[in-house]
């Protein structure tokens, strides 16, 4: 099974994807979209959904993980991750693929075994699990490397958005 992992952002939205063989976890690529903080809310959409979908076509994944907006104390860069995330679930649907959201303290526990990790320890978790030499960087890609793992060792996230995609797909 292959993850395409998506850490939301307008500024940079994370990448991973992640294959599993077996038990075993590998990484297949990794990288960052960045829109220019000058340009239109629209414009940014745009090339962040043109990008999204190279990734998509290029990675070919059976599923696509990505971050759930929780709760963050800036509304501003909740809504922009939302924005983004948006985007990324559109994309998803549209390519038929399963979605599956993750909380962060969600994907804390399931790549360190602890919710309150802090960026560091997923950042060297994800190093060890994938039998990296070097931690991935920015971290936005270790952010969506660790939503990959998750997925992998957690499941589908969100049933409900699964049983609505089925039910579009029907009519």
Do not use: Y
């Not at 971290?139 to 499941?155: E, F, K, P, Q, S």
């Amino acid at each position: 099974m292959r993850v395409l992992g998506v850490d939301p952002g307008l500024t940079r939205c994370g990448i991973g994807v992640v294959d599993r063989n077996g038990q075993k976890l590998s990484l297949v690529d990794l990288g960052v979209i960045r829109t220019p903080k000058e340009s239109d809310l629209a414009a940014r959409l745009l090339e962040l959904d043109g990008e999204l979908a190279l990734w998509i076509k290029r990675a070919k994944p059976d599923v696509i993980a990505i971050e759930r907006v929780f709760s963050q104390l800036n509304v501003k860069t909740a809504m922009a991750t939302g924005q983004a995330a948006g985007v990324a679930i559109l994309l998803a649907a549209k390519s038929g693929l399963p979605i599956a959201l993750h909380t962060p303290s969600e994907v804390k526990a399931a790549v360190t075994g602890s919710g309150r990790a802090d960026k560091k320890q997923v950042a060297t978790m994800v190093k060890r699990i994938l039998g990296l030499e070097e931690m991935p960087r920015p971290v936005d890609t270790t952010d969506a490397l660790a939503l990959a793992i998750c997925h992998h060792w957690r499941g589908t996230g969100n049933a409900r958005i699964e049983a609505a995609l089925k039910r579009a797909k029907s009519r």
